[in-house]
């Protein structure tokens, strides 16, 4: 079945540092891909989205390339902040509109 | 702001009770959705409505849970019986057809 795949956590880096989130997908057809965030006792938030192959999803400098061949969606950043500091799910849609298959999320933390 | 909304934030019952959540999806959002979030783990599906029509069932709604969005806005979902196993973060979101999905604060279970 459809299933998504992210690195373990916890990831921990010092501010400034550059960022990696691995996450690799498993499915039928051609799926929409996401990035969501959840912030310390706050609800999900999409973060980026990329809905065919090649595209690249980007938001508040954080970056995912849709790639078909590898069946993957690695988030990066080039700088992170403290603020970043969260725990970051890549999810799947099939359908656009229906139901998200997420990963296991990866729980980030930023040191100053 | 009028984002998605859970009512309520918290609930702990004892193992044999019925409890009862409530949704309130984006006004204009047609499509509504659950999913349950166990400690460490991502978003899983449970069901989603277009309208007042439920589209889609996972497999882990048992017959001891029941969804209902009876005039396509708001949306209850009920446990019948709750187990320990229960115990979980419940999620709703809501899109229009096609789109994001936005997600509330949820609801967090415990279960005695």
């Known amino acids: 079945g459809d299933s998504v795949t992210q690195m373990e956590g916890p990831v921990t880096l010092s501010e400034e540092a550059f960022l990696t989130i691995n996450c690799t997908y498993t499915a039928t057809g051609y799926p929409s891909l996401f990035w969501y965030v959840q912030y310390p006792g706050e609800g999900l938030q999409l973060l980026l989205k990329a809905t065919k192959a090649d595209d690249k999803g980007s938001n508040k400098g954080f970056e995912a390339t849709y790639r078909k061949e590898t069946t993957s969606f690695h988030l990066e950043k080039g700088s992170v902040q403290v603020s970043d500091s969260a725990v970051y799910f890549c999810a799947l849609s099939v359908d656009l509109g229906g139901k998200l298959i997420f990963g296991q999320g990866t729980e980030l933390s930023v040191k100053p | 702001d009028t984002g998605v909304s859970q009512d309520p934030r918290h609930k702990i019952t004892k193992r044999g009770q019925n409890v009862t959540f409530r949704c309130d999806p984006i006004?204009?959002?047609?499509?509504l959705y659950w999913y349950r979030q166990t400690l460490g783990q991502g978003p899983e599906f449970l069901t989603y409505f277009q309208n007042e029509a439920q589209l889609e069932k996972s497999r882990l709604l048992s017959d001891r849970f029941s969804a209902e969005r009876p005039k396509g806005s708001f949306s209850t979902l009920e446990i019948q019986r709750t187990e320990q196993g229960d115990s979980a973060m419940y999620l709703c979101a809501s899109s229009t057809r096609g789109e994001t999905q936005y997600f509330g604060p949820g609801t967090r279970l415990l279960v005695l």
């Open positions: 006004s204009e959002h047609n499509r």
